[in-house]
């Protein structure tokens, strides 16, 4: 389960997603005219990148740069 924070600067939205067990955070910056629903999906996409990133996993096959 994941904190979902969303702040509006400006034109944008800043969404922080907070892995609860790792602490783990990606912060995404969305425009306004996306729904919460794809702000909240995009917001998950990248905090389990991130995650899947630190842990040294990634969908490339195990590969990583």
């Known amino acids: 389960m994941a904190i979902l924070e969303y ?3 400006g034109g944008y939205m800043k969404v922080s ?3 609860e067990e790792t ?3 990606a912060v995404s910056i969305l425009p306004l005219n996306l729904t919460r629903q794809e702000m909240t999906t995009a917001a998950m996409q990248k905090l389990k990148y991130v995650m899947n990133k630190k842990t040294g996993e990634n969908s490339s096959g195990g590969f990583t740069t």
């Open 17 to 19: 997603a907070v892995d």
């Open 7 to 9: 702040i509006q600067l």
């Open 23 to 25: 602490g783990i955070e």
